[in-house]
C-alpha cells in the first residue's frame, strides 16, 4: 500500500508565466498552513455543510510547464523517480504547441490516475465537445476563468485527497489480488498434495456423497482392493463395499458424520477382488466448504493384524503351557522312569499270561504318558532336540513293528518307502512322533477299518509360491499319510492344527498330536499341508529338506537289549539325588552283575572318585541335582583328570540341553539317555557309552 502523506506535488501547465506565480501563491501562501487550511475547511463547511478534513495541514509542492509536451516530459519523470503528480492544472490553450485536451490525453496516457483540473474560458469548448474527445472520467474537473483563490486551493485539497484515496484502493486491490492469487496456488498445491497422498496412499481411500451413498473418487489401493476403476464408479457403492450395512445403516452414518463426529475403525467384513473374505476397519470424516454433503472414508485390512494377535495369544499360551510342563516334566519323568523301568524288567521275568496280562496295561499307559509330555515340550518349544544324520528308510524300518502293534487288524497298513533316500539332518525321535502321531490320527478316523498308506520320495521345490508360504526352493523329502477314512470338514480343516483342538469324544483325544506334528516340521525347516473329503479320506503332507552338502549317517545304539556285549563297565559311579531312581539304576545293574557306587549328588560324587580303591570306567548321571554341582559340571571336572571317561547324561528334562555350549568338556561328546527309560534303552546306552569307538 501507498504511503499516506500530507505534501502533494502539483503541476501547472500554462503558457503565462504569471499563472504560474499565481498557482504558486494560492497553494503555497505566506500564512502559515495552519491557518490557510483552516480557511479552506470553513469555506467547505459553508458550502457541504460540516466536513471532517484532516487536522494536519497539506502542503504543495508545485511545478510548472510553459507547454504540453514539456509537462508530459514532466509527468514521465515524476513516475520514474516515484514521486507522481496528484493534481494537473492545464490551461485549454496553450499555443504553439498541443491544446489543453490533447496535452490531457498524453497525460493520461503516461499516468491514468492523474486528477487534471482544465482552466478554460467561457468561450473555450463545451462540456460535451470534452467528453468526446477525452471520454466520461471522475478524474476531470473545469475550473472557469477567472477562479477564486479559495476556490483553487480547494480542487486542490479535495483533488489530492481522492487522489490519495484512489492510490490507496488501488494498492488495496493490488494486495488482495496478490493475496487471493498466493492463496489460490497454495490450495492448487494444496489439492495437488492431497491427490497425490489420496493415490500413494496404500490403505484404500475414498470420496464419498453423503446423500446419495456414491463414490465421487477413489484411489489407486481402492481399486486394487475391489477390481474397480475410477473411470466407472457406479458398480461400486458403500453398500456393496459392506454387505452387511443396509441402506438404514447408512443413513445413520451419514447424519453422524453430517453432525461433525467422526467415525473410527468400524468392524466390517467383505470381499475383496480376488472373492477372498476379509476383516476391514472403517474411518471417516466429513468434509467441510464443499457444495455436495461429502465425506472422506479411509479402509484399512487388518485381517494380518488379527491372525498375528491371535497368533500372539497362541503363542502365549503355548509359553504358560511351556513353562508349566518345563516345571514338571523333571520330576514327572522320574516318576514315569520308576514305573516304566520296574515294569519292562518284570516282564522280562515273567511269562504267564496273567501277570503280563496285567503289566503290559501298566506299560502302554506310562508310554502315553511320557508321549504326552514330550508332545506339550515339543509344540510349546520347550522339547530339546538332537539333530543329527539320518537315514529316513532306517526309521521306517524301526517303526513298523511299533505301528503294527498300534493299529487293529482291520487296517491296513501299506510303506511305499523307496530303498534308498537322500539323508537329512533331524532328530530321530522327532521325526517318529510325526509319523506315530500321523498314523494314530488316520486309525482314529478308521472305526470301521480301512487302509493307510505312508509314502516318501525326494522331490525337488521350484515354484514356492504354488507349494506353501513357508516353501524355500531346494531339495526336499516329500512324505505322505494317507487314509480312506472319514475325511474332515471343511470348516473344521483350517483348525486341525491348533492345540488343544480336536473332534474326538472326551478322554479320547488331547489335542495335541496334530499340533505337535506341526511344531517339529516346522523346527526342522519344513512344512506341512492336508487335503481331505469328507467320506473319501485324508492326506498329510509334509516336506523336509535335505542339505546341500551330503553327510554320513549317524547310528542309534538306543534300540536293543546290548547287556550281552562283552564291553560292559567294570565300576560305574552314578549320581541320582532322587532315591526311586537310586533303587531303579541299583537293581538294573546289580541284576546284571556290574559293580556301582551310588552318589545323592555331585559334591559327594566327587569325593567318591577321588577316594575310589577301584578306578570307575562309567559315569552315569542325573543332570539337575541339587548343592550347586549340576551333572554337567561334574562331567566336565571328572574328565579333566581322565578325559577317557565313558559317560551318561539322564535328564527328565533341563534346559541347558538347549545350548550346545553347555555340553562341551573334554574328550568325546557324551551319551544322552532321556526319562524315562526302560532297562533295554539304558543297557543300549551304557554299551554305546562303554563301546571301544567311544574309549
Known amino acids: 500500500m501507498n504511503k499516506p502523506t500530507s505534501t502533494y506535488r502539483i503541476l501547472v501547465i500554462d503558457d503565462t508565466p504569471s499563472i504560474h506565480e499565481d498557482f504558486r501563491k494560492i497553494l ?5 498552513p495552519a491557518e490557510s487550511n483552516a480557511r479552506v475547511q470553513s469555506l467547505a463547511s459553508a458550502i457541504f455543510g460540516k466536513t471532517n478534513l484532516p487536522p494536519a495541514p497539506i502542503r504543495f509542492t508545485v511545478d510548472s510547464a510553459m507547454q504540453g509536451e514539456e509537462g508530459l516530459e514532466r509527468v514521465i519523470d515524476a513516475l520514474t523517480e516515484s514521486r507522481p503528480y496528484a ?29 487534471i483540473v482544465i482552466c478554460t474560458a467561457y468561450s473555450d469548448h463545451s462540456w460535451s465537445a470534452i467528453s468526446e474527445r477525452l471520454g466520461y472520467s471522475d478524474n476531470l474537473l473545469i475550473l472557469k476563468k477567472p477562479f477564486d483563490h479559495i476556490e483553487a486551493l480547494q480542487l486542490a485539497h479535495s483533488l489530492s485527497r481522492k487522489w490519495q484515496l484512489a492510490r490507496d484502493n488501488a494498492a488495496n486491490v493490488r494486495q488482495l489480488d496478490e493475496l487471493v492469487a498466493r492463496r489460490t496456488y497454495q490450495l492448487s498445491e494444496a489439492e495437488e498434495r492431497f491427490t497425490e497422498a489420496f493415490n500413494a496412499s496404500p490403505l484404500p481411500q475414498a470420496i464419498v456423497d453423503l446423500e446419495d451413498a456414491c463414490f465421487l473418487s477413489i484411489n489407486t489401493a481402492l481399486e486394487k482392493q475391489y477390481g474397480v476403476s475410477r473411470c466407472d464408479l457406479t458398480a461400486l457403492t458403500p453398500l456393496t463395499i459392506c454387505p452387511s ?7 445413520g452414518l451419514a447424519k453422524h458424520l453430517r453432525s461433525g463426529q467422526p467415525i473410527d475403525e468400524h468392524p466390517f467384513v467383505s470381499q475383496n477382488v480376488h472373492g477372498q473374505e476379509r476383516h476391514m476397519r472403517f474411518s471417516a470424516r466429513a468434509i467441510p466448504f464443499t457444495i455436495h454433503s461429502c465425506a472422506i472414508i479411509v479402509l484399512r485390512d487388518v485381517t494380518e493384524q488379527l491372525e498375528t494377535e491371535q497368533k500372539l495369544r497362541q503363542s502365549q499360551k503355548l509359553e504358560a503351557v511351556g513353562q508349566l510342563t518345563a516345571g514338571i516334566a523333571h520330576d514327572f519323568n522320574n516318576l514315569l522312569t520308576v514305573i516304566q523301568s520296574y515294569t519292562s524288567e518284570l516282564l522280562l521275568d515273567r511269562s504267564d499270561q496273567q501277570t503280563r496280562a496285567m503289566l503290559e496295561p501298566v506299560q502302554t499307559a506310562t508310554m502315553r504318558a511320557a508321549s504326552l509330555i514330550r508332545q506339550l515340550l515339543i509344540f510349546s518349544r520347550k522339547e530339546v532336540a538332537h539333530p543329527q544324520t539320518l537315514d529316513l528308510c532306517t526309521i521306517f524300518d524301526g517303526l513298523r513293528s511299533l505301528l503294527s502293534r498300534l493299529i487293529s487288524a482291520n487296517i491296513a497298513i501299506e510303506w511305499d518307502i523307496p530303498k534308498q ?32 498308506t505312508v509314502q516318501a ?37 483350517p483348525r486341525v492344527f491348533e492345540p488343544f483342538f480336536t473332534t474326538k469324544e472326551s478322554g479320547k483325544g488331547t489335542g495335541l498330536g496334530l499340533a505337535t506334528v506341526y511344531s517339529i516340521v516346522k523346527q526342522h525347516g519344513g512344512w506341512i499341508q492336508v487335503r481331505s473329503q469328507p467320506g473319501l479320506g485324508t492326506t498329510f503332507t509334509f516336506y523336509l529338506p535335505v542339505p546341500a552338502t551330503p553327510a554320513t549317517t549317524s547310528t542309534d545304539a538306543h534300540t536293543s537289549d546290548q547287556t550281552s556285549s562283552p564291553h560292559l563297565p567294570r565300576n560305574v559311579l552314578m549320581v541320582e539325588d532322587d532315591p526311586a531312581i537310586q533303587n531303579v539304576l541299583a537293581t538294573l545293574l546289580s541284576r546284571r552283575g556290574i559293580k556301582y557306587a ?19 570306567d562309567l559315569l552315569i548321571t542325573d543332570i539337575v541335582m541339587p ?26 528334562y533341563s534346559e541347558a540341553l538347549a545350548d550346545p555350549k553347555n555340553l562341551e568338556m573334554p574328550g568325546n561328546p557324551p551319551v544322552f539317555l532321556d526319562k524315562p527309560f526302560t532297562p533295554q534303552q539304558l543297557f543300549a546306552a551304557i554299551a554305546e557309552a562303554h563301546s571301544p569307538s567311544s574309549s
Open 87 to 115: 493534481v494537473a492544472f492545464v490551461d485549454m490553450r496553450i499555443p504553439p504547441g498541443w491544446d489543453g485536451l490533447e496535452t490531457i490525453r498524453h497525460l493520461w496516457g503516461a499516468d491514468p490516475q492523474l486528477q
Open 598 to 616: 551310588m552318589a545323592p549328588d555331585g559334591v559327594a560324587a566327587l569325593s567318591l572318585w577321588i577316594n575310589s580303591p577301584a578306578p570307575f
Open 457 to 493: 520320495k525326494p522331490c525337488e521345490i521350484i515354484n514356492t509360491a504354488a507349494q506353501h508360504p513357508d516353501a524355500t526352493p531346494g531339495q526336499y523329502i516329500e512324505i505322505n499319510v494317507c487314509d480312506t477314512g472319514t475325511g474332515i470338514p471343511a470348516d473344521i480343516l
Open 245 to 251: 450395512l443396509d441402506a438404514s445403516g447408512w443413513t
Open 627 to 652: 548343592n550347586g554341582v549340576s551333572g554337567l559340571k561334574l562331567a566336565s571336572s571328572i574328565r579333566e583328570q581322565n578325559p577317557t571317561l565313558s559317560v551318561i547324561l539322564m535328564s527328565g
Open 28 to 32: 503555497n501562501p505566506s500564512t502559515d
Open 421 to 452: 533316500l537322500p539323508l537329512i539332518v533331524a532328530d530321530a525321535g522327532n521325526l517318529e512322533q510325526i509319523i506315530v502321531n500321523l498314523i494314530v490320527n488316520s486309525r482314529d478316523a478308521m472305526p470301521d477299518g480301512g487302509k493307510i
